[in-house]
Each structure stands twice: as C-alpha cells, then as structure tokens.
C-alpha cells in the first residue's frame, strides 16, 4: 500500500472517531478566537464547518495573515499537539463556526489504538508545511506586484479557495506589508491593465497578459 492509501484510511478512522465520540460540540461566533498565540494548547479543535483566518503578530505589532479559510472537518492544534511547544498561530472565527472540543489525552489514545491516523495527521503536516514555504519563498524571492497577481490568477483557476478579504488592509496583511504598499502595487497591475476591480474584488482583466508578466518576472 501507499502513503496516500494508508493516510486515506486514517483519515476514514478519525472522521468516524469524531462522528461517534463523546466530544463537546460547541458553536463559535465571528471574532471568537479557537487558539491564541503563545498561549499553552488545552485542547484541540475539530472544525465541522465554517469560515476561519490564521494570523501570526510579532513583537512589534506587525501581522501577517495566511488568509480567509472555508473549513470543513479540519484539526486544529495539531502542530502544538506534536511539538509540545505554545501556539504558534491566532486562528479566529471569521463567522459562525461550529467545532468539536478534542481533549488531548483522547487524540493520544488514538493514535496508539490506530497508526494509520498518524500516518494521515503527518500528512496533512507535510501538505501544509509545503504550502507556507511555497509561499514564503515566493514572498522572498518575487516583487508584491508579482505575488498578489499570482494570487490572483491561482484563485480565479480554482488552485486556491476563491476569498479574498474585502478590506484592504487584511489583504495587505495576507502578503506581509502595509496598506499603503499593498494599494501601491494593486495600481500597478490595473495600469498595466492585468487585472481590475469589481466592486470590492479584484479580478484578471487579461488572462494572457498576466501569464506573461508572471513568466517575464520569473525569468529575471
């Protein structure tokens, strides 16, 4: 068997052990924080269904944002769960969300009964690690200009989930700059005719120009 089949099992097991189990079923509103940053993991939390962002704030006040999440059976604590070290990200509802409350000591016994659903947990860790350095790397290597139209035609492609905050400067944040610098890189793709608002939303205003200017910058 591969991988890919053993995690799939796991991950059948530990829908069921959700599904099944005795755990709190507790329903969140937008602004609730599930896990805060630098506080020491309690619990972890099954997402049954709902709309949640992930922000990190450093010391000096600045924040970046992996973004606005449409989630559906999803862990979180996880990574604290593993590493025993204190919450790395603010995970906020963003709307009403409904969660499961998974004491700690139970997802341990899990594990042991069950090792496919640790072959699907570090799975899932591999999948996410890979796509924040993906975008890390982008950020370090690429102009802004470059990145938000990437992001862009990624989202218009279905590659990413397709929401985008509506004030501008959670977008900023999402990219790691100020309101400012956002703004000035977003006049510059709509001069250049790439993409274009509508309404709050910015859109791909020529498919075939972007990828050209997506190609020409990654050649430089």
């Avoid at 937008?30 to 506080?39: E, S």
């Avoid at 600045?62 to 449409?70: D, I, P």
């Avoid at 703004?183 to 075939?208: D, P, W, Y």
Wanted: with cysteine; aromatic share 10%; proline share 4%.
């Amino acid at each position: 068997m591969t991988i890919k089949s053993l995690a799939e099992i796991g991950h059948k097991e530990v829908l069921e052990w959700v599904k099944t189990g005795p755990f709190l079923l507790r329903h969140m509103e937008p602004g609730d924080y599930l896990l805060r940053q630098g506080q020491n993991l309690e619990h972890l939390y099954w997402i049954e269904d709902g709309f949640c962002t992930v922000s990190y704030t450093a010391a000096n006040g600045r924040r970046f944002s992996h973004g606005r999440f449409n989630i559906e059976d999803r862990l979180y604590g996880e990574i604290e769960f593993l590493t025993g070290k204190p919450i790395q990200f603010d995970i906020r509802c963003d709307g009403p969300v409904s969660v499961r409350v998974i004491p700690i000591a139970e997802l341990e016994a899990l594990l042991v009964q069950h090792p496919h659903v640790g072959i699907w947990l570090s799975q899932c860790l591999a999948d996410t690690y890979q796509g924040v350095m993906d975008r890390v790397t982008s950020h370090f290597m690429y102009p802004l200009a470059y990145n938000i139209a990437k992001d862009l035609l990624m989202r218009e492609r279905g590659n990413k989930p397709p929401i985008q905050f509506e004030r501008v400067f959670r977008e900023a944040e999402r990219f790691g700059c100020s309101e400012r610098v956002y703004r000035r890189a977003v006049s510059q793709l709509i001069e250049h005719g790439l993409v274009e608002k509508r309404g709050r939303e910015l859109k791909v205003a020529n498919h075939i120009k972007l990828e050209r200017y997506l190609a020409e910058e990654e050649e430089r």
